[in-house]
């Protein structure tokens, strides 16, 4: 009886000790952060800590990192795993201003990350998914946004400097082959000189409010001009506005400053590069359809899905319709894309290309149209 009892005792003993000892146990205690740049070696992307032998690698490191400048003032915070950058990670200027910050994932960026300039401007930001670049947008010191680049339907393009127009519109940019294009449709009211563009919106048939300057009529006009499709100001957010030959012919510049409005034969150098002007179209339309609910083409029902966009050139091109010359109406808004070059066939005959909703071609209308029409512009980097 007395070793049962001897026996149960021990087991309860035994039994407390493991309690007590588990309630005990201590956390593991945080590493204090380590200066990086002189405690560790990096090799192939990766942060060893030092082995027994000089120069030798142990092991990937983890846990909190830093790096100081030669005055000792902060230069890097972040934290490794396993050798690489996981986590928040700030930069600093040697002035102890703010350099660059964002989250990275095994070495990878992801999320928003922001630059700034050494006297706290904001100088970008970017936008990461799975390590790669989603959208970037870059200021000058002036705070003046001067670099856009982002998914355009297609995928990342290559983008030079966001363009800017004399009214402070900003257009994505696309480089196709050697040329940089606008890819989105010009909006401006002014010219480079700071010049207003008429804005006519009356005409012989009466179709449209009288504006301001209402004693000229759009299908009267041999000078510069511009409207919006139904005079509805809103479709100007998604189309631009429509001008005039004169508009683009003028002097003083509908263009921004380095840009220009194309060619005929600046057209064709596109064409070429698209592999001509039987799929070059298909190439240069915004992807998506009217009835898919994912786009602004109508489709077309007979030829099914062999005139949508695929917009692999990136030039987003957009069907905007055009105004008449013959009574100021407007026309084939969703069905076609009319675009001005500068080139005059003869006469009263300029040369635009059509994007249309029914194939992928990008028609040149070698008779050329009537420079009175309306027509939407793209520019292309000087």
């Not at 192939?44 to 800590?49: A, D, E, Q, R």
Request: net charge negative; proline share 3%.
């Amino acid at each position: 009886m007395k070793q049962t009892l001897l026996i149960t005792t021990a087991l309860i003993i035994t039994v407390l000790m493991l309690v007590v000892g588990c309630g005990s146990s201590e956390k593991e205690p945080e590493k204090e952060p380590i200066n990086f740049e002189t405690t560790l070696i990096e090799s192939g992307g990766v942060w060893y800590t030092k082995g027994d032998k000089f120069l030798t690698l142990d092991k990937p490191y983890s846990g909190p990192v830093f790096s100081l400048y030669s005055d000792g003032e902060k230069k890097v915070e972040a934290t490794f795993k396993d050798g690489k950058e996981d986590g928040l990670v700030t930069k600093w200027y040697k002035n102890g201003q703010k350099k660059n910050e964002g989250n990275y994932k095994d070495g990878e960026p992801y999320g928003l990350h922001t630059g700034w300039y050494k006297n706290g401007q904001k100088f970008g930001e970017a936008t990461f998914k799975d390590g790669e670049l989603i959208q970037e947008t870059r200021w000058d010191e002036d705070g003046q946004i001067n670099f856009i680049v982002g998914n355009n339907e297609g995928g990342i393009r290559t983008a030079a400097a966001a363009v800017i127009d004399i009214d402070g519109n900003v257009y994505q940019t696309v480089q196709i082959g050697d040329q940089v294009w606008m890819a989105e449709n010009l909006k401006v009211t002014h010219f480079r000189n700071g010049d207003a563009i008429p804005n006519v919106l009356s005409s012989r048939g009466g179709v449209g409010a009288r504006s301001s300057n209402s004693a000229s009529k759009w299908d009267d006009l041999t000078t510069g001009a511009y409207a919006v499709y139904d005079n509805n100001e809103s479709n100007a957010d998604t189309y631009g506005y429509l001008y005039n030959w004169y508009a683009v012919d003028d002097s003083r510049n509908i263009a921004p400053e380095g840009w220009h409005v194309p060619t005929d034969d600046e057209w064709q150098t596109l064409v070429d590069y698209l592999g001509g002007s039987d799929v070059a179209g298909g190439k240069m339309k915004s992807t998506g359809t009217i009835k898919g609910g994912d786009g602004l083409w109508k489709r077309d029902t007979k030829i099914r899905a062999s005139g949508e966009g695929t917009n692999e050139g990136g030039f987003t091109g957009l069907p905007g319709g055009f105004r008449k010359h013959t009574d100021g109406g407007y026309s084939e808004m969703r069905l076609y894309g009319y675009f001005w070059s500068t080139t005059v066939h003869y006469g009263i005959f300029a040369l635009p290309r059509m994007l249309a909703y029914s194939n992928s071609k990008l028609y040149r209308r070698g008779g050329g149209l009537n420079k009175r029409s309306g027509f939407s512009v793209r520019c292309i980097r000087d």
